[in-house]
């Protein structure tokens, strides 16, 4: 004997696209993938390249009070410049390193190795963009890690600092990851 299928009745429809509409409205407003990002995702190696880092505030109860990104100093950045933003302050640390490198035919003993921004405030459901021009970027490599701490007026520090792996799932708290292309002649 064949069955036919039977079609829910209007209450039934109802319900059913209301819990549609509620577990897209909600599903919604929980972040996807939400972390500390770099944009542009690409940067030639070699290059001066303007890279901006996107941090949400995935907190419904506190707000970022406090952003730092790590520059690497196995492949220094020999140049790096802050964009100021607005109601923020900004802090530079430098490292000497051990082996001093060579770009655009000087000698490069230190590097930017940390930028700090604080003083400001992102609140729940909000974003901000920290912006530096920086090169040359890495002559080497297929990507460049920035690892960022994120602090809420809570005290919680969240560290975006795991190093996603080629053909891993995505890590919990994956750092910041520019990929490095190769120039264009």
């Known amino acids: 004997m064949r069955t036919r299928p039977t079609r829910p009745g209007p209450l039934k429809r109802s319900l059913l696209v209301a819990g549609s509409i509620a577990v897209a409205v909600l599903g919604g407003s929980v972040p996807a993938g939400a972390h500390v990002s770099v944009h542009p995702e690409r940067a030639p190696r070699g290059s001066f390249s303007i890279l901006s880092f996107s941090v949400p505030n995935e907190r419904p109860d506190a707000s970022t009070v ?68 920086a090169g040359p970027l890495p002559a080497r490599g297929r990507t460049v890690a920035f690892k960022a701490l994120q602090t809420y007026s809570s005290g919680e520090v969240v560290r975006w600092v ?24």
Not at 67 to 89: A, K, M, N
Not at 100 to 106: D, E, F, L, M, Q
Not at 162 to 180: K, Y
């Open 162 to 185: 795991e190093i996603p792996q080629r053909g891993a799932p995505e890590p919990r708290f994956p750092a910041p990851v520019l990929t490095l292309t190769t120039p264009k002649a």
């Open 66 to 133: 406090s952003v730092e990104v790590i520059l690497p100093t196995d492949r220094p950045i020999t140049y790096v410049s802050v964009q100021p933003v607005p109601g923020w302050t900004t802090t530079i640390e430098r490292t000497t390193l051990d082996t001093p490198v060579t770009a655009h035919g000087r000698t490069v003993s230190d590097v930017v190795s940390r930028v700090v921004w604080s003083g400001g405030v992102i609140r729940p459901g909000e974003f901000q963009q920290f912006t530096v021009s």
